[in-house]
């Protein structure tokens, strides 16, 4: 049976330093010493050492070397992708640190209508916080935003992949149908999804494009648009908005890291509970 030694990790992470995962992965993707050298401004002879000390720390070889090459082993390939996700944690805990509490409040959400569903829970957090204290960042990938720390919230639909996040939920939306003032289905009181299908100006992906800008390829016939019925009162008087029977209607959430302690985004979750 093999033995257990306790505490052997962070006995070893404890003598690591950030500066070497940096040389190792400059290594890594480099394969060569030289090059990776000059990559960190340093000469190789030193980046050679760090290298050597590191894989005594870890007691296993990192790196096959020979006079003309340089191949990561398999220690190594394991070692570069642990290496790098700790880089990437590491970036993010000294992002997070340095905005919780203060600074900008960054909000990832769907270009156009998001922000409509957040319209006076906003107001009421800047007319608590001042002016310029909330952002938005528009993107269709609002939880990537939130995991990568471009962001601090983000407003999500339900559906998505909401692992490692808290949630709040904000309303629910019925799908409706925007379709051009003139379109036989603008005159109907709702429209089932299956008629959508028969219609070349439908597409299940939407353009990555602001509320505005769809709601114009509307207007001109050039695309029906799904979307969720806060979007109804921004389409103006050359689109309808038409219920769509055969969806289910969507749970919208506001999503954080669930580790995250930003009073900040407790704040904004507090705005938005019912009164």
Do not use: K, N
Not at 239 to 250: D, K, Q
């Amino acid at each position: 049976m093999t033995s257990w030694v306790p505490g052997i990790t962070v006995a070893v992470m404890g003598r690591i330093e950030v500066r070497e995962l940096e040389y190792f992965l400059a290594v890594a993707d480099e394969l060569h010493f030289a090059r990776a050298a000059e990559r960190l401004g340093i000469a190789p002879p030193p980046l050679s050492r760090a290298i050597a000390q590191l894989e005594r720390r870890l007691g296993t070889t990192l790196f096959d070397r020979t006079s003309r090459r340089v191949e990561l082993t398999a220690a190594g390939r394991a070692f570069r992708t642990e290496a790098r996700a700790t880089l990437s944690s590491l970036d993010r805990a000294v992002t997070r640190a340095q905005q919780v509490g203060c600074g900008v409040l960054r909000i990832a959400t769907p270009p156009g209508a998001g922000s409509g569903l957040l319209r006076e829970v906003v107001r009421d957090y800047i007319a608590h916080h001042g002016r310029d204290t909330v952002e938005f960042v528009f993107t269709r990938e609002q939880t990537a935003a939130v995991r990568e720390g471009r962001a601090d919230v983000a407003l999500v639909c339900s559906a998505e992949e909401l692992t490692g996040l808290d949630t709040h939920h904000v309303t629910t939306e019925r799908p409706v149908a925007l379709v051009a003032a003139d379109h036989p289905f603008a005159e109907q009181d709702a429209v089932p999804a299956s008629a959508l299908l028969h219609d070349p100006a439908y597409t299940a992906d939407l353009p990555a494009l602001g509320l505005d800008a769809l709601v114009d390829l509307v207007a001109t016939g050039q695309l029906i648009a799904v979307v969720g019925d806060s979007a109804v009162d921004r389409t103006g008087e050359h689109v309808v908005a038409v219920p769509v029977t055969g969806l289910p209607v969507i749970d919208v959430l506001l999503a954080w890291p669930a580790d995250s302690h930003d009073p900040r985004i407790a704040h904004l979750v507090g705005l938005s509970e019912p009164a």
